[in-house]
Nanobody, 119 residues
């Protein structure tokens, strides 16, 4: 079992910044990939950033150059620094983990945190 708890969402004006945090606990040693997804009303959940255990990152084109994913392995935290926010970034943001345990892959999700960007 892996538990993910997001924090840091809120209301911000366009052009502003927010930093989301994801606290990771449980069976963390099997986690191979961490990421952030978002889902706006009426839209499918979208993967926006991922980071491997080795620190390799990948971003959706819609956030590339504005968002940065990072991790603090000592504190079991994953961050999403969001800069130059736009109204279209408004969504519920979810922390995600993919773990490998006993040759089986598992997906884990946090409860989500709301980010609202006003124009």
């Amino acid at each position: 079992q892996v538990q993910l708890v997001e924090s840091g969402g809120g209301l911000v004006q366009a052009g502003g910044s927010l930093r989301l945090s994801c606290a990771v606990s449980g069976s963390i040693f099997g986690i191979k990939l961490m990421g952030w997804y978002r889902q706006a009303p009426g839209n499918q959940r979208e993967r926006i950033a991922t980071i491997t255990g080795g620190g390799s990152t990948n971003y959706a084109d819609s956030v590339k150059g504005r968002f940065t994913i990072s991790r603090d392995n000592a504190k079991n935290l994953v961050f999403l620094q969001m800069n130059i926010l736009k109204p279209e970034d408004t969504a519920v943001y979810y922390c995600h983990a993919r773990s490998l345990e006993q040759l089986a892959w598992y997906e884990w999700w946090g409860q989500g945190t709301q980010v609202t960007v006003s124009s």
